[in-house]
């Protein structure tokens, strides 16, 4: 599997909503970093994403442009979101995940976060 079709498969994985998928695609001691946290370790990487889960109807993130290099890929996305209330959001940013084994060691998350 490519590194792209990884994030793509993790992007899946979040739009079903399946905590135990999305977190298959990190290492135990993985790096999760936003404009608005910075997150260590697997454990901490779940107390976030079943906020996010419970948080949102709908979470759809669709890969735009990517470029790879090493043990790395930066992939820009357009990301809609519908929160539990119905309203919708769209946002557009770009990630940047670096692989160790086939899994996310560190992901740097870039986007404005007024557009969540």
């Given at each position: 599997m490519t590194k792209l079709d990884t994030v793509k498969n993790y992007w899946a994985a979040?739009?079903?909503?399946?905590?135990?998928?999305?977190?298959?695609?990190?290492?135990e001691d993985a790096e999760f970093v936003s404009p608005t946290m910075r997150l260590q370790g697997r454990v901490?990487?779940?107390?976030?994403?079943r906020g996010m889960i419970g948080g949102?109807?709908?979470i759809e993130v669709t890969p735009v442009n990517?470029?790879?290099?090493?043990?790395s890929i930066a992939v820009e996305y357009e990301c809609?979101?519908?929160?539990?209330?119905?309203?919708?959001r769209h946002a557009r940013g770009f990630n940047l995940f670096v692989f160790k084994d086939g899994?996310?060691?560190r992901v740097h998350c870039y986007?404005?976060?007024?557009?969540?």
């Open positions: 979040e739009r079903a909503k399946a905590l135990d998928r999305i977190l298959d695609h990190f290492c901490n990487v779940a107390e976030f994403y949102f109807q709908a990517s470029v790879e290099s090493g043990d809609r979101l519908v929160r539990d209330s119905g309203e919708v899994r996310f060691q986007f404005n976060p007024a557009d969540f």
